[in-house]
């Protein structure tokens, strides 16, 4: 195996994720606002924000999901129990000793095991719970008059505050998952310009060069 910079992030992923992570800033602090956290804008404004960064998320969402499937990028995202020990270890304690990261970047998957079936969760678990829990509260106009309306709004209103926390907690992991190891630049550059350190076999190596050299350092 040879260590080479490699762009394994290409521009609509880094487009996707800063993207992704503005909306769901906006979405936070306007959603904050309308739980009266703050009062730094109207709660009619907090209204039509929350509303408007929530339907421009449902279609970077839309356009992320078409993207993984035709690119067959999903596969970077389903999780291997084959070193799911040594990293959970890893970040559990052995972080916190100045040991390795027992994971290596590699051409055909780019995330550790403990990374894609967090990845994984958010995308097939907390992210449909937050769009339909909220479609169902946008469009409550058209159901308000069913037996019990209020009460099943009340309880689609928790599930949906109670995703939205479990996305901040996973913004919170995150963030400080940068702060860990190499420096918090190493960490954010890949998602700026897309190369990062990746084990290559001799055969990608020869490919990149032939084929891509554009995308070997």
Known sequence: MTIRRVKIFSLFERFWHWSQMALIMVLLFSGFGLHGFHHLIRFETAVTLHTLSALLLLLLWAFGTFWLFTTRSWRHFIPTLSGMWQVFHFY?????????????????????????????????????????????????????????????????????????????????????????????REHLMPMVNGFDDVDLTPEEEAYLLKDEPENIR
């Open 92 to 184: 559990s304690f052995g972080i916190f000793k100045g040991e390795h990261h027992p994971y290596r970047k590699a051409y055909w998957r780019k995330h550790n095991p403990l990374q894609a079936l967090a990845y994984l969760m958010l995308k097939i678990v907390l992210f449909p719970l937050i769009w339909i829990t909220g479609l169902i509260y946008l469009f409550y106009f058209l159901w308000r008059d069913l037996p019990q309306a209020s009460d099943w709004l009340t309880g689609f209103a928790y599930v949906h505050t109670g995703a939205a926390y479990a996305i901040l907690v996973f913004v919170l992991v995150h963030v400080y998952m940068l702060t860990t190891g190499h420096s918090f």
